[in-house]
């Protein structure tokens, strides 16, 4: 049996909501555990995961619409602390006796919140706070009148219902988002519910390392597990959790498949088993990697590619590593992946959410591969696998590095992979990592992809001659979580030192673009 954890759950009811997993992150932030559930899940399946307080989250639809997802039956009569947010709220007030219409007006973004002294009692979640403030709206219908029982406490120039309480029963309600950063006060919001809601803020860092260290503990016993270490920061902080649980127990496979960048593979191969003293099998596949990828320049085959070569290259390794513990008598019966909570959420996993994408967390690893999986990490978002990562002693470098593609350089090359593309590419993006590291910049910027647009030419001027060489493209991107992105304003002398470095230490590349496409449209990577 899995150990009882030691922390209250608050459980985000969606109902189609862009900020859902924005929602629980909040929460987290103020040292609760958070889950999502569908929207679709009984009121008796909620209650039965006995949760400490739920929120209602935004949604595209109207509460009068056809079709629209309703409150689970029985919910708001639970007893359970809720607060409803935008759709949720409606909800609220829709469902307890208030009024919701289309007024005709909607209020989209920036939007000024007036708050409203309560008569004979001071407000839960606004007493004290400044009024005017900066909230964040997204709705066009109206909360026009309050529920029977509840105070209404705020209210902006189009919304005369904008938050409203009922302390006696539990109920609370805005009609902003205060998980948004735009929400001048939304923290503050979050932390006031979820103290009037008794919950314990005793989701640490260090409890949740224990915790699961004690749960792969009790899921592997005595048996070997095995975990594919690609470099990122997932994977490695799965692989250290293990490692702290189980010891020399796990082999970790690290695939050198020839398409990193500078310096990654000795940072693998060194730092992280420096930092970790984990067992490291290295599977040297960078000659069959490049002799599959020759002659091949349409993405979508490259994919194809380099994952069938890295399951090929990840059944060598197993195979060898399988065959050393039957020597001792042993068993490989695990396979430890890095699946994060969003990847749970996406793929329907965990609280019964719609299925969205499936995910596959070491390369594409096929599922009759036939081990038992170890997900250490799939209760966490990727800013909490950073900070278990740093609690579990890993360097800097692996914690902080910016995420990177599977395939790796292969999907930054436009055009065919080649020995001496991948050495101009792999030059130009280490000076780029260089000077956004020395300009500060580094915590900044989500994501910086160098491209190399190497079937294309542009005349130059090089030492005083002219220059026939490859143009590079910037990438550098901000994002939380790379749903949505938009390019990073770097500084113009950052952007004018890469420049000058890369043309002159990189002779074949004579000019550098910049990527200034937000996404959507655009994608993060350009294949």
Same mark, same amino acid.
């Given at each position: 049996?899995?150990?009882?954890p030691?922390?209250d ?12 997993q ?12 958070s ?9 008796a ?8 307080a739920?929120i209602?989250?935004?949604?595209p639809?109207s509460?009068?619409?056809p079709?629209a997802p309703?409150v ?8 359970v ?17 208030g ?5 005709g ?16 009692a001071a407000?839960?979640?606004?007493t004290?706070?400044?009024?005017p ?8 219908d ?12 705020a ?33 503050a ?5 979820l103290d009037a809601?008794?919950?314990?803020r005793?989701w ?10 004690a ?15 690609s ?5 490695a902080?799965?692989?250290?959790l ?13 695939v ?5 960048r500078q ?15 984990v ?8 000659g069959?990697?490049l ?5 091949v320049a ?10 069938? $070569?890295f399951? &090929?290259?990840?059944?060598? *390794?197993? %195979?060898?590593?399988? @065959?050393?513990?039957g #020597?001792h +008598? ?16 996406e ?17 594409g ?6 081990f ?13 696998v ?7 002693g ?18 930054r090359?436009v055009?065919?992979?080649?020995? $001496?593309?991948? &050495?101009?590419?792999?030059a *130009?993006? %280490?000076i780029?990592? @260089?000077e956004?590291s #020395?300009? +500060?910049l580094?915590?900044q910027?989500?994501q910086?992809?160098v ?5 294309v ?6 030492g ?8 590079v493209v910037?990438?550098p991107v ?14 113009d ?10 043309t ?6 004579n ?8 996404k ?8």
């Open positions: 049996m899995h150990p009882v030691d922390h759950t608050v459980l985000v009811v969606d109902f189609g909501a862009q900020y859902a924005l929602i629980a992150r909040r929460v987290r932030e103020c040292q609760v555990h889950e999502i559930v569908p929207a679709s899940m009984p009121t399946q909620i209650l039965a995961r006995q949760p400490k739920i209602l989250s935004g949604g639809a509460v009068y619409a079709g309703p689970p039956p029985g919910l708001l009569e639970s007893g602390p809720i607060l409803g947010i935008c759709y949720g709220f409606q909800l609220m007030v829709s469902g307890l006796g009024a919701v219409a289309r007024t007006i909607g209020e989209y973004g920036a939007t000024r919140l007036d708050l409203h002294a309560p008569p004979g407000a839960t979640l606004l004290g706070l400044p009024s403030q900066q909230v964040w709206m997204s709705h066009g109206c909360a026009v009148t309050a529920p029977p029982g509840f105070t209404v406490t209210g902006t120039a189009v919304t005369a219902v904008a938050a409203m309480e009922d302390r006696g029963r539990g109920l609370y309600g805005v009609q902003f988002h205060p998980e948004v950063m735009h929400t001048e006060h939304g923290m919001v979050l932390r006031r519910f809601a008794g919950c314990r005793e640490t860092m260090r409890s949740i390392i224990g915790e699961q260290v749960r792969v503990r009790d899921q592997v016993g005595g048996a070997r597990a095995i975990c594919g270490l470099g990122g920061v997932d994977s902080v799965a692989a250290a293990v490692h702290r649980a189980i010891g020399s127990r796990l082999t970790c496979v690290f050198d498949h020839g398409l990193l310096g990654e593979a000795e940072q693998v191969e060194q730092d992280f088993v420096a930092a970790t003293g067992d490291l099998h290295v599977e040297d596949a960078a069959e990697f002799a599959a990828l020759a002659g349409d993405p979508e085959e490259k994919r194809k590619i380099i994952g069938r $070569e399951i &090929r290259a990840f059944e060598r *390794a197993t %195979a060898q590593i399988t @065959a050393r513990a #020597a +008598g042993e068993t490989v019966q695990f396979l430890v992946q890095g699946t994060l909570y969003p990847d749970v959420v793929s329907g996993g965990g609280s019964g959410a719609a299925s969205i994408k499936s995910h596959h967390n070491v390369g690893l096929p599922a009759d591969l036939g038992e999986l170890v997900e250490p990490l799939r209760d966490l978002f990727k800013d909490e950073r900070r278990a990562g740093a609690e579990l890993l360097p800097p470098a692996i914690v902080g590095r910016q995420p990177f593609p599977g395939p790796g350089l292969a999907i090359i055009g065919e992979v080649t020995p $001496e593309r991948l &050495r101009i590419l792999r *130009a993006d %280490a780029v990592r @260089a956004l #020395a300009a +500060g580094d915590a910027i989500w910086c992809p491209v190399l647009l190497a079937d030419y542009s005349v130059g001027v090089q005083d001659g002219r220059s026939y060489g490859h143009p910037l990438r901000t994002s939380e979580d790379a749903m949505t992105a938009d390019w990073a304003r770097l500084p002398s950052v952007l004018t030192t890469i420049a000058a470095r890369i002159g230490e990189v002779p074949e590349i000019r550098v673009v910049l990527d200034v496409t937000s959507p449209p655009g994608t993060i990577e350009w294949e």
